[in-house]
């Protein structure tokens, strides 16, 4: 009912993305060794340790996700202290491209339009986006480079399985392979890029920790450096709002969307490399599934089951006020009512004031002392649904139900208001 995890599925997420996190130290540390020594032992333990125990855990996750812990990246090691760079304060003010306000959007054209204008001839002008189906899922990469009067459009499908940094990270690197190409760089001061994703321009100017897609990560870094040092370019990175009328940002979405469309035709990639990311999300899809299995096989709280059988839907639903939720919640897990209580407590007396026993399905649908309140539910139902039907399923079930039309907050609602109509809980 809380959503929570069962504290042993818990646990072996947890285990599996830290034997992961140790899989991608350096063999120069012994927890790495001793990791490669169980792999690679031919007797299994008679009890087995609680190292192999992480091992088993995430072979069932790859045999489950196709996601292994031996394609994760390498953890770079450590190299010195890096304070983390603050932002400045309009990545902050312009909201992101789900909850912008017109008026944020109008400020974050202009900004960009002033930035625009200040360029000199000499300053190669990209801007760069990324694309993901889902995420992790297919993913692609898009640019444009505005340089002498001329636009370049770059595009490129990225993976298959990929997340939207690294499709973002891609774009920029796209921009920087481009620049490397150009034969006269002496006509070249500055390439100037534009951006919409805070992340990646956090991690490649902001000294951001890198936590997923080290290797594109560093491979820019060290592209960056490489063309600062030999042609004396300078390379400055802006953030432009994603979604905000900028023609530059408009493009190079629309190239990343057909370029994301495209990875799906990839038929095989020749090595995907596993972020901690993408271990998070394989793990939490293998406790899930198995989550998912002992509820639908458990023999207790088949009541509720009826009302909530897929395990990683939550009920956030608004209810109308805390009382009304708790009631609601205790009604759906049938623990509630006289009937109930008279299991527990044999001085109850398990029947409701009409005479029949008080169980859920009798207060909400039959019994003669709420029919008033329960006329004006079906009322209330018809004229959001144009059904008279009302059943335990329709009033209780947090899953959305496709052949009704309304959504599961009305009829918590609704339920809400038979609820005080009743008068039973006051």
Same mark, same amino acid.
């Given at each position: /009912?809380?959503?929570?995890?069962?504290?042993?599925? $818990?646990?072996?997420?947890?285990?599996?993305?830290?034997?992961?996190?140790?899989?991608?130290?350096?063999?120069?540390?012994?927890? $790495?060794?001793?990791?490669?020594?169980?792999? !690679?032992?031919?007797?299994?333990?008679?009890?087995?340790?609680?190292?192999?125990? /992480?091992?088993?855990?995430?072979?069932?996750?790859?045999?489950?996700?196709?996601?292994?812990?031996?394609?994760?990246?390498?953890?770079?090691?450590?190299?010195?202290?890096?304070?983390?760079?603050?932002?400045?304060?309009?990545?902050? +003010?312009?909201?992101?491209?789900?909850?912008?306000?017109?008026?944020?959007?109008?400020?974050?054209?202009?900004?960009?339009?002033?930035?625009?204008?200040?360029?000199?001839?000499?300053?190669?002008?990209?801007?760069?986006?990324?694309?993901?189906?889902? %995420?992790?899922?297919?993913?692609?990469?898009?640019? #444009?480079?505005?340089? @002498?009067?001329?636009?370049?459009?770059?595009?490129?499908?990225?993976?298959?399985?990929?997340?939207?940094?690294?499709?973002?990270?891609?774009?920029?690197?796209?921009?920087?392979?481009?620049?490397?190409?150009?034969?006269?760089?002496?006509? #070249?001061?500055?390439?100037?890029?534009?951006?919409?994703?805070?992340?990646?321009?956090?991690?490649? +100017?902001?000294?951001?920790?890198?936590?997923? %897609? $080290?290797?594109?990560?560093?491979?820019? #870094?060290?592209?960056?450096?490489?063309? &600062?040092?030999?042609?004396?370019?300078?390379?400055?990175?802006?953030?432009?709002?994603?979604?905000?009328?900028?023609?530059? @940002?408009?493009?190079?979405?629309?190239?990343?969307?057909?370029?994301?469309?495209?990875?799906?035709?990839? &038929?095989?990639?020749?090595?995907?490399?596993?972020?901690?990311?993408?271990?998070?999300?394989?793990?939490?899809?293998?406790?899930?599934?198995?989550? &998912?299995?002992?509820?639908?096989?458990?023999?207790?709280?088949?009541?509720?089951?009826?009302?909530?059988?897929?395990?990683?839907?939550?009920?956030?639903?608004?209810?109308?006020?805390?009382?009304?939720?708790?009631?609601?919640?205790?009604?759906?897990?049938?623990?509630?009512?006289?009937?109930?209580?008279?299991?527990?407590? &044999? !001085?109850?007396?398990?029947?409701?004031?009409?005479?029949?026993?008080?169980?859920?399905?009798?207060?909400?649908?039959?019994?003669?002392?709420?029919?008033?309140?329960?006329?004006?539910?079906?009322?209330?139902?018809?004229?959001?649904?144009?059904?008279?039907?009302?059943?335990?399923?329709?009033?209780?079930?947090?899953?959305? @139900?496709?052949?009704?039309?309304?959504?599961?907050? +009305?009829?918590?609602?609704?339920?809400?208001?038979?609820?005080?109509?009743? $008068?039973?809980?006051?």
């Amino acid at each position: /009912m809380a959503g929570v995890l069962p504290l042993d599925l $818990r646990r072996e997420e947890m285990a599996i993305r830290d034997i992961a996190r140790l899989n991608s130290y350096s063999t120069k540390i012994p927890i $790495r060794n001793k990791i490669d020594e169980w792999k !690679n032992k031919e007797t299994v333990d008679k009890f087995i340790s609680p190292l192999g125990l /992480m091992l088993q855990q995430a072979k069932n996750m790859k045999e489950e996700t196709d996601i292994s812990i031996d394609d994760i990246e390498p953890e770079y090691q450590f190299q010195g202290l890096q304070a983390s760079k603050s932002p400045p304060e309009y990545w902050r +003010t312009l909201g992101s491209s789900k909850n912008r306000t017109k008026e944020q959007e109008i400020t974050g054209k202009n900004l960009i339009l002033n930035k625009l204008n200040t360029v000199s001839p000499s300053t190669v002008v990209a801007f760069t986006d990324g694309s993901c189906q889902s %995420n992790p899922g297919p993913c692609g990469a898009g640019a #444009i480079v505005i340089f @002498n009067n001329k636009e370049i459009e770059l595009k490129q499908p990225v993976s298959k399985r990929g997340s939207i940094l690294l499709a973002e990270l891609v774009a920029i690197k796209l921009v920087l392979d481009y620049v490397s190409r150009i034969e006269n760089k002496t006509l #070249i001061e500055e390439v100037k890029i534009f951006s919409d994703s805070q992340t990646a321009i956090g991690i490649l +100017t902001l000294n951001w920790k890198i936590e997923n %897609n $080290r290797s594109t990560s560093h491979e820019i #870094i060290s592209l960056i450096k490489c063309i &600062q040092k030999h042609h004396g370019i300078r390379i400055n990175f802006d953030w432009t709002p994603g979604h905000a009328d900028v023609r530059g @940002n408009e493009i190079a979405d629309k190239l990343a969307k057909e370029a994301a469309k495209e990875a799906n035709q990839i &038929q095989k990639e020749a090595h995907i490399t596993v972020t901690k990311q993408d271990i998070k999300t394989a793990a939490r899809i293998l406790v899930n599934k198995k989550w &998912q299995h002992r509820w639908d096989n458990s023999d207790t709280g088949r009541f509720y089951y009826n009302f909530h059988q897929t395990v990683s839907n939550k009920s956030t639903f608004n209810y109308p006020d805390h009382k009304t939720a708790k009631i609601i919640r205790n009604l759906r897990s049938g623990y509630y009512l006289k009937n109930y209580q008279n299991k527990i407590n &044999q !001085n109850i007396d398990p029947k409701c004031e009409c005479g029949q026993l008080e169980t859920v399905e009798h207060y909400l649908l039959f019994c003669e002392n709420y029919e008033e309140a329960r006329q004006k539910l079906i009322h209330e139902i018809y004229f959001n649904t144009g059904s008279l039907h009302i059943d335990l399923e329709l009033l209780l079930s947090i899953e959305k @139900n496709d052949n009704v039309s309304v959504s599961n907050e +009305t009829l918590m609602r609704l339920l809400g208001d038979f609820i005080c109509e009743s $008068r039973r809980f006051d």
